[in-house]
């Protein structure tokens, strides 16, 4: 049996308006993509995202938006359920989003807790799930997690805490969409040059993470590139289908498990 390409596929992308989500986006065009749903969770959003699909349309593509908080469940149903009506099919699912706060354990409050597990565990399940209702057979499933998952470090206890439960959604998935040809996994990136990273950290931590990784020689800031990220998530959603269950990190030696 042949690998799946992207040629005339339909991919869901949540955060797909900016930053690595939008990389993805012009990538999956770019290897012949037809139809692309951007999303975004707010209108602070709006702008970047309408540019990116105003510039994917030039180059030949049917792409919509779609503004929601997908912590609220109905929002995935409405995502996916818009893309079925709209295109007729989707076949590729990719979710980028998140929420980092970085904060000392006795630090965190109640809020900051909720927040963090409603936009990294509670969105990327029903996502998933949502995807696996939708996809076409053979489809693609790929969540954008943290290679904090594999650190031991102070002050990221709530992030990657709540991006630990991904894993095990990844694998729970992988299992039951599989009898379709549904492969599902998960990517860490390393920090990345992104103001996603910045914002949390000070000039001097930001130096240091652009030092941990054992390849940050070879790079321009020792930080994990979006540009080194999106291949990855192409790769898994055409040849690399046989590829599932998995949590693959990608940053360049700054963990490893």
Do not use: C
Request: hydrophobic letters at 40%; glycine letters at 8%.
């Amino acid at each position: 049996m042949s690998h799946p390409t992207l040629q005339d596929k339909v991919a869901v992308i949540a955060g797909g308006g900016k930053n690595l989500g939008a990389l993805i986006a012009s990538q999956f065009v770019e290897a012949g993509a037809s139809g692309l749903v951007l999303h975004y969770n707010s209108d602070s959003s709006r702008a970047e995202t309408e540019h990116t699909a105003a510039a994917l349309r030039d180059r030949g593509a049917d792409v919509i938006t779609f503004q929601g908080d997908l912590s609220v469940v109905a929002n995935s149903v409405r995502l996916f359920d818009q893309a079925q009506a709209h295109f007729g099919r989707v076949n590729v699912a990719v979710n980028t989003v998140g929420v980092v706060i970085k904060k000392p354990i006795l630090q965190v409050t109640e809020t900051d807790y909720d927040k963090s597990f409603d936009a990294n565990a509670k969105a990327a399940f029903f996502f998933m799930q949502q995807a696996g209702r939708v996809l076409a057979d053979r489809g693609s499933i790929v969540t954008i997690v943290s290679s904090l998952l594999a650190a031991y470090t102070d002050s990221y206890a709530v992030y990657p805490g709540s991006k630990a439960p991904v894993e095990h959604y990844t694998r729970a998935a992988s299992k039951e969409f599989g009898s379709r040809g549904i492969n599902v996994n998960a990517v860490g990136p390393g920090p990345m040059d992104t103001p996603f990273f910045y914002g949390q950290e000070s000039k001097e931590s930001a130096a240091y993470h652009a030092s941990a990784a054992a390849l940050s020689p070879y790079s321009t800031k020792g930080l994990t590139d979006i540009q080194d990220i999106a291949p990855i998530v192409r790769f898994l959603v055409t040849e690399g289908w046989w590829i599932t269950g998995q949590t693959i990190f990608a940053n360049g030696g700054y963990t490893t498990r």
